[in-house]
């Protein structure tokens, strides 16, 4: 009987003790982790689909490559397959670009030039307008 | 040199002995790596410093050894250094304690503090480029982000101590009484 109280009361200081690390661990976290803040960049992404309609998304972000800031363009989708130059997108906004089946692609722009690189490693300055459009091939 | 009983010589079954320990602490943080800070290594080398004895340290710097060659050897290699061995000191002081939720705190509380024990390199690394000052911040503001994966650790720790300890520390304690090991 004794010894069952003595246990008892190791478990109880025990969890106690835990437990009360673990409550000020969440209170310096809480406390003292960095505040997310709003990106330093400003910058468009103008999506034109397969009916050439254009739907924009402001973004501002400290990303520094593109795909990052299409990640974070609120209400903007996009799938691809993953490659080693990266993501080769393929769907955007549940839009389906198969080349194999039509020719078609999704083309990216940056301030009305032709992208170079690929999302995962296309640079972003402050100010840039991307756009993303479904193409034909000639 | 036979039996293992000198602290000065080690026998073959010795060797054997730090051998298999440290192939159940890397196989059993491997089984568990799908899951982030969750692990058996802190378990282990707890329960191994109480029964086997010194062997333990010998098997510490082996495991760490074993976790460069494999993952690199990068800044949390160095944190591996000394932390572990840590808990293996902790563990050799306070072995003649019995009650599974003391050691159960202390590896709760081992895991609990782990980021901030681990936060010594980025002091080191900040006071060497910006001043004590700056080296300080920079450990603190690496330890405050990793406090939610710390709490995880602490009582994932906490909990598997509480399950394990009896049932192993009796199977360990049997092997030792069978001449396995001597202290």
């Known amino acids: 009987m004794e010894e069952t109280k003595k246990t008892n009361k190791k478990a109880v200081i025990g969890i106690a003790a835990v437990a009360a690390l673990v409550v000020i661990l ?4 809480v406390v003292f982790r960095q505040k997310p803040v709003e990106g330093s960049k ?10 050439a309609e254009e739907t924009t998304y402001e973004v501002k972000t400290d990303a520094e490559y593109l ?8 209400g903007l989708t996009f799938s691809g397959a993953e490659s080693e130059y990266g993501m080769m997108v393929d769907t955007v906004n549940g839009e389906r670009a198969d080349y194999n089946l039509d020719g078609a692609y999704w083309s ?10 690929g999302i995962d490693t296309q640079p972003v300055a402050d100010k840039d307008a991307f756009s993303i459009c479904y193409t034909l091939a000639q | 040199m036979a039996g293992g009983g000198s602290r000065t010589n080690i026998a073959v079954k010795d060797i054997a002995l730090i051998g298999v320990m440290t192939a159940i602490i890397e196989v059993s943080k491997l089984a568990l790596s ?5 692990e058996l290594v802190s378990f282990w080398i707890i329960l191994f410093s109480i029964v086997f004895g010194w062997r333990i340290f010998f098997v510490v710097p082996v495991f760490v050894l074993i976790e460069g060659s494999i993952y690199g050897f990068g800044i949390w290699w160095v944190m591996y250094l000394y932390m572990w061995p840590l808990l293996a000191i902790l563990a050799r002081i306070f072995r003649r304690q019995t009650s ?5 705190c202390l590896s709760g509380i081992f895991g609990l503090l782990f980021g901030l024990g681990c936060a010594l390199p980025y002091v080191v690394i900040g006071t060497g480029k910006s001043g004590i000052l700056g080296g300080l911040y920079a450990g603190f503001t690496w330890w405050v982000a990793g406090i939610p994966w710390d709490i995880l650790h602490g009582v994932s720790n906490f909990v598997l101590m509480l399950a394990l300890y009896k049932p192993m520390r009796s199977v360990m304690n049997r092997l030792r009484k069978q001449g396995i090991a001597a202290e």
């Open chain 1, 26 to 29: 969440a209170i310096v976290y």
């Open chain 1, 67 to 74: 795909r990052q800031a299409m990640e974070e363009a609120e």
């Open chain 2, 100 to 104: 599974v939720w003391f050691w159960s």
């Open chain 1, 42 to 51: 400003a910058i468009t992404i103008t999506v034109v689909n397969k009916a």
């Open chain 1, 108 to 117: 990216f722009y940056i301030n009305g030039e032709y992208c170079n690189y």
């Open chain 2, 34 to 38: 799908f899951l982030p800070n969750v």
